[in-house]
């Protein structure tokens, strides 16, 4: 089993666009093609080896996009 995490903020307020996965106990951060705006408070879930991310927002600025991380080609494209 695997667990992805995508974004986040940090302490000082500064807002993550890293995509990390954990595997056998282990966290490693995922190198991406086309990686998107940093951001927190976004949605995300896995379908059919696909990561879709909707949304989050960093400081002022509200996202309304959609994402779509292609799992096995390293691949995150943006729409919205």
Known sequence: DT???FGGR???????N????????RW???ETIHTPSPRYGATMSAFDGKLIVFGGQSGDRLFN???IYEIN????????
């Open 73 to 80: 080609e390293a691949l995150i494209d943006t729409y919205g």
């Open 28 to 30: 490693k951060l995922v």
């Open 10 to 16: 940090y302490p000082d307020g500064h807002s993550s």
């Open 3 to 5: 667990l992805y995490l």
């Open 65 to 67: 996009d959609l994402l």
């Open 18 to 25: 890293d995509l990390w996965m954990r595997e056998e106990g």
